[in-house]
Structure formats: structure tokens, C-alpha cells
T-cell receptor, first 110, second 111 residues
């Protein structure tokens, strides 16, 4: 089954720095999505990238997708303390259940 | 902006009791899902529902679990006889095509 796995598991940076998180998966996908979760809270959808797209931007977020390597990256530029959260990638094959990775725990230190 | 809602936000129950978790998906969505997240672990798929029937379920979704869409708006997850290991956050999600919208979750604590 497709499986998103993020690395690193934990990332600690200073406010203002960029944060890069990576995700790998195993099988063909239709979409790859990134979600954010504050501790003990719900999942907030950040960005969706389709399998035929290579890069997508949304505000301070930049997502890339390399289907040949079955990998994606999420870049948060000019990080803020409020960006502190866990970030998950999730893949689907088109109206199929999402398969989540274990997430990257990002800490942004003010 | 439309959103998925879930009730209750937190449910505490005794082992062996039945619980019903409720979700109201976004009104024009056709696909519905339940996921769970045990504390500190990743989000796991439980079941998907389309056209008034289960379309897919995971190994976790055993005979203790059931889902229902009793009316045009609610989508429920029932756990017949809860176990300690059922303690988790339960998320409902819905979509039409691509992006799945998640509810805020119900934290289930089984004592």
C-alpha cells in the first residue's frame, strides 16, 4: 500500500529560518497532501499537489513532488513560533482513503 | 466556509460500554471517512463510506465497529464494546474529489 513517511521525525529551528520536511511513499498516487496538527488537535489541510504537478506554492509554503523518486518536500519559509506543530503528508489514489506518515514534529524557537 | 463538525469533542467511557461518535460532513460531499489517531502515533484509516454503504475498511475496523448515515446529514461511528486500546482521537473526513476535509476530532478515553 502507499505509505507516506516523513523525515526528519523532529526538527528544531530558530524563528525566521526555513524549515524543510520530506515525505516518501511507495506506490503510485493521484494526490499528495500535507496537513498540520497542533498538539492534541485536529488536522488542518495545508496544500494538495496532484501527481502531474511538480511544485505548488501557498503563502509561505512551497511543496514539491518528484514522482520518479516517490517523494515530496514541504518548505516553510521565514518560520514563526506559531508554525510549531506536527506536519503530516498523506497520499491517495483518487477518492481512496488517505495513508498518513508518522509526521515531522517542528519546533520554532522565538 | 463549510466545515466538517464532530460531536462530542471528548468522550469518556468505561471499558465494555458502547459509544457513538457523530459527524456532520460537508453537505454536498459524497465520500465519508473515519480515521483514528492513538496518542503519539500516526493517523490510521478505519472505514470509508459511499452511496450508503461501506466502500473500504481497514483491519482495525472489526466487528466491534459499525458506521451509519441515519439521515441526510449525520455520519456516525459506533463502537459496541469499547476496549482500553480504543482510546484515541477519532477523525471524520469527507470529500467529493480530491482534498479531504477533516473534522476537529473526538477524543475517546476508555477507562
Amino acid at each position: 500500500s502507499q505509505q507516506g513517511e516523513e523525515d526528519p521525525q523532529a526538527l528544531s529551528i530558530q524563528e525566521g529560518e526555513n524549515a524543510t520536511m520530506n515525505c516518501s511513499y511507495k506506490t503510485s498516487i493521484n494526490n499528495l497532501q500535507w496537513y498540520r496538527q497542533n498538539s492534541g488537535r485536529g488536522l488542518v489541510h495545508l496544500i494538495l499537489i496532484r501527481s502531474n504537478e511538480r511544485e505548488k506554492h501557498s503563502g509561505r509554503l512551497r511543496v514539491t513532488l518528484d514522482t520518479s523518486k516517490k517523494s515530496s518536500s514541504l518548505l516553510i519559509t521565514a518560520s514563526r513560533a506559531a508554525d510549531t506543530a506536527s506536519y503530516f503528508c498523506a497520499t491517495d489514489a483518487g477518492n481512496t482513503p488517505l495513508v498518513f506518515g508518522k509526521g515531522t514534529r517542528l519546533s520554532v524557537i522565538a | 466556509e463549510p466545515e466538517v463538525t464532530q460531536t462530542p469533542s471528548h468522550q469518556v467511557t468505561q471499558m465494555g460500554q458502547e459509544v457513538i461518535l457523530r459527524c456532520v460532513p460537508i453537505s454536498n460531499h459524497l465520500y465519508f471517512y473515519w480515521y483514528r489517531q492513538i496518542l503519539g502515533q500516526k493517523v490510521e484509516f478505519l472505514v470509508s463510506f459511499y452511496n450508503n454503504e461501506i466502500s473500504e475498511k481497514s483491519e482495525i475496523f472489526d466487528d466491534q465497529f459499525s458506521v451509519e448515515r441515519p439521515d441526510g446529514s449525520n455520519f456516525t461511528l459506533k463502537i459496541r464494546s469499547t476496549k482500553l486500546e480504543d482510546s484515541a482521537m477519532y477523525f471524520c473526513a469527507s470529500n467529493n474529489q480530491n482534498e479531504q476535509f477533516f473534522g476537529p476530532g473526538t477524543r475517546l478515553t476508555v477507562l
